[in-house]
T-cell receptor, first 113, second 117 residues
Framework: EADIYQTPRYLVIGTGKKITLECSQTMGHDKMYWYQQDPGMELHLIHYSYGVNSTEKGDLSSESTVSRIRTEHFPLTLESARPSHTSQYLC????????????FGPGTRLTVL | AQKVTQAQTEISVVEKEDVTLDCVYETRDTTYYLFWYKQPPSGELVFLIRRNSFDEQNEISGRYSWNFQKSTSSFNFTITASQVVDSAVYFCALSGITQGGSEKLVFGKGTKLTVNP
């Protein structure tokens, strides 16, 4: 079973607040990912990292930023939250090798009022 | 570019019925991987299976089975004797490459399965 954690699970905040969504994994995986899942269920890759100090933007443009200072930790930050950021955010990681399966965390459901 | 199509948005069955979830993919890669994930109401995605493009053997795991056919670019998923606990959203995914040249998963839009008692 994969060991990947996200906090908080649920977050309701007001517009303009700065928030950080936490993601950590204990598997030593180099590759980590952030997905945004809209109410219509579709998943969109917004950020990924192939290792410490490596971050790239995904296919879906996002106002969020990420950092990767430690292998196990991949936080996502919104400097000024807006209602359009309301969504489910899923973090994932994958092991060494080519095109491996990704293991997902439980997700953070964010609501911006 | 890679694409995954799950034409069934929602399926509703009665317990013990068999149900097949369809997945059709597009890719120009000769080597690729296909995946199925389950997302129960709790929200996390659970990995079910990974299949590479060179292995067309069908796979069975308990009540789950997968039918991979390269000729029709399909990777269908069948649940036999469905149970209420199978109720979830199921995603088919295809390995791909981002615009920056890195790996990614391309997901279908998902099929919501409801199994009624």
């Amino acid at each position: 079973e994969a060991d990947i954690y996200q906090t908080p699970r649920y977050l309701v905040i007001g517009t303009g607040k700065k928030i950080t969504l936490e993601c950590s994994q204990t598997m030593g995986h180099d590759k980590m990912y952030w997905y945004q899942q809209d109410p219509g269920m579709e998943l969109h890759l917004i950020h990924y990292s192939y290792g410490v100090n490596s971050t790239e933007k995904g296919d879906l443009s996002s106002e969020s930023t990420v950092s990767r200072i430690r292998t196990e930790h991949f936080p996502l930050t919104l400097e000024s939250a807006r209602p359009s950021h309301t969504s489910q955010y899923l973090c994932a990681s994958s092991g060494p090798g080519h095109l491996n399966e990704q293991f997902f965390g439980p997700g953070t459901r964010l609501t911006v009022l | 570019a890679q694409k995954v199509t799950q034409a069934q948005t929602e399926i509703s069955v009665v317990e013990k019925e068999d149900v097949t979830l369809d997945c059709v993919y597009e890719t120009r890669d000769t080597t690729y991987y296909l995946f199925w994930y389950k997302q129960p109401p709790s929200g996390e995605l659970v990995f079910l299976i990974r299949r590479n493009s060179f292995d067309e053997q069908n796979e069975i795991s308990g009540r789950y089975s997968w039918n991979f056919q390269k000729s029709t670019s399909s990777f269908n998923f069948t649940i036999t004797a469905s149970q209420v606990v199978d109720s979830a959203v199921y995603f088919c995914a295809l390995s791909g490459i981002t615009q920056g040249g890195s790996e990614k998963l391309v997901f279908g839009k998902g099929t919501k399965l409801t199994v009624n008692p």
